[in-house]
C-alpha cells in the first residue's frame, strides 16, 4: 500500500509539472512565437475544446511519466537510464507532434517546435520529481 501511495504521489507531481510547463509554452507559443514569426502562426491558440483536451493529455502523460519515472530511477541512480526515460516519453509525444504536421498540409515547423517543446517538458518534469525525491516528497523505489 506505501508504493502504490508514493507512486500515486509521483503521478501527481508528475502531472502537476507537467500541465504547468504547458500552459507556460502554451502562454509563450501565443504571445511571442506564432505573433513574431509568421511560420509558427499556427501554434496561435485561443481557449477552446482543443486546448484543453491537449491540457487535459498533458496532465494524463505528465502522471503516467512520473509514476514510471520512479520505478525507473530506483536505488542506482543510473543516468542513462534517466536521461532515456526522459527522452522516451518526451520523444513518443514529440514524434506524435511531427507525424501531425507531416499529415497536414501547411509547413512543418510549427509540429517540429512543439515535438522539441514535448521533450523539453519531459525533461523539466524529471527534474521537478528528483527534486520531489530529494526533498522526500515522494520516496524512490525500494526493492524489498
Not at 502554451?26 to 514569426?37: C, D, R, S, W
Not at 520512479?70 to 518526451?90: C, E, H, M, T, W
Request: aromatic share 14%.
Amino acid at each position: 500500500m506505501a508504493e502504490r501511495l508514493e507512486s500515486l504521489k509521483a503521478g501527481i507531481v508528475g502531472g502537476f509539472s507537467l500541465f504547468f510547463i504547458f500552459a507556460i509554452a502554451n502562454l509563450l507559443n501565443t504571445l511571442v512565437l506564432g505573433k513574431y514569426f509568421q511560420t509558427l502562426a499556427s501554434l496561435q491558440s485561443d481557449v477552446n475544446w482543443h486546448l484543453l483536451v491537449s491540457g487535459a493529455i498533458a496532465t494524463f502523460s505528465g502522471f503516467l511519466f512520473g509514476v514510471t519515472y520512479r520505478y525507473i530511477i530506483r536505488s542506482d541512480q543510473n543516468p542513462q537510464l534517466k536521461a532515456g526515460g526522459v527522452l522516451a516519453f518526451g520523444l513518443v509525444r514529440g514524434l506524435t507532434q511531427i507525424e501531425l504536421g507531416w499529415n497536414s498540409h501547411s509547413t512543418i515547423w510549427p509540429f517540429v517546435v512543439l515535438a522539441f517543446e514535448s521533450v523539453l517538458c519531459f525533461a523539466i518534469a524529471g527534474i521537478a520529481l528528483n527534486m520531489a525525491i530529494k526533498l522526500r516528497w515522494v520516496k524512490p523505489f525500494s526493492s524489498i
